[in-house]
């Protein structure tokens, strides 16, 4: 991996990775994250009791903070078919297929930010495990006495209602957090950050807040799952810029300042010391 050096304001040297990794080690390596992943996920016991108790709390915790919008939303959208079908289909397809999208392109357009995004991506989503093995919990859809109504099954969108062996090999009970709304974080937020045409930037700062509506509007996800999403997502942040300072080390004037160097001595007595004794 190669380095390049970045100066501060001090003038002193940081190390910081500038290299594009090889493609097929890069493809191999997010393949078998996505794959464990998904294996552990799918995991995870359902524990349906708990997952019901679960809901109804988050129901509960939502309603004292009046966040109990996914009723309204979700009995709206599900009255009208031109506005459940698309919904259904996006979130079927978009989840992936942005994501996927957006890694592909940072490395082939933005390689000097490529690893850093893609070790946050990576990072929220093994974090998202811990959630789904300690807090399973029954979406809208398949909360007992929720009145939710699951559009996916209500409508016949081809290529989108889940075939009994796909239900059952998934857990339906890995809700918290939203991944949907996590990737979509991801995905938006890059792109609005790092994308040079307006058209995408806009696209991406209105991708997050437009899967949000669409994982309610189909009974998939609290509120809160989305909250939680948020969390997990600046805290992956700061997981990978705290392992990336520790790996490539802080500049000597950064670790002067806090403390985790001594002052170094001056050169300018040594200087003159010197010059006196030429003279």
């Known amino acids: 991996m190669a380095l390049s050096l ?7 040297t940081t190390a910081v990775a500038t290299s594009r990794p090889r493609w097929w080690r890069e493809l191999s390596f997010v393949g078998v994250i996505y794959l464990a992943y998904s294996l552990i996920r799918n995991g995870a016991p359902e524990q349906v009791a708990r997952a019901q108790d679960n809901a109804r709390s988050i129901v509960h915790l939502e309603h004292l903070f009046g966040l109990d919008v996914e009723h309204g939303i979700n009995a709206f959208v599900a009255s009208l078919p031109a506005l459940a079908i698309p919904a259904n289909y996006y979130y079927a397809t978009l ?21 850093r995004a893609r070790s946050v991506l990576l990072t929220m989503t093994l974090l998202a495990l811990v959630g789904y093995w300690l807090f399973p919990l029954a979406p809208p859809r ?63 700062a209105a ?7 669409v994982v309610v509007a189909t009974g998939n996800h609290f509120l809160l799952d989305a909250v939680a999403a948020l969390v997990l997502f600046v805290v992956a942040i700061v997981i990978v810029d705290v392992a990336g300072r520790a790996r490539f080390g802080l500049s000597p004037a950064v ?25």
């Open 6 to 12: 970045s100066v501060d304001s001090s003038g002193s």
């Open 95 to 115: 989840h992936l297929a942005v994501t996927m999208s957006v890694l592909a392109w940072l490395y082939a357009v933005r390689s000097p930010e490529y690893r």
């Open 142 to 204: 398949l909360m007992t006495g929720g009145d939710f109504v699951d559009t996916v099954r209500s409508f016949s969108t081809w290529g989108v209602a889940p075939s009994a062996p796909i239900s059952t090999a998934s857990n339906q009970y890995a809700a918290m957090p939203s991944m949907h709304v996590g990737w979509a974080l991801w995905s938006g937020i890059t792109l609005a950050q790092l994308a040079r045409t307006p058209l995408l930037r806009g696209l991406g």
């Open 207 to 213: 991708y997050p807040a437009t899967t949000l509506l």
């Open 255 to 279: 670790r002067q300042r806090d403390g985790a160097l001594p002052a170094a001595p001056s050169d300018r007595p040594i200087e003159a010391l010197a010059s006196s004794r030429r003279v």
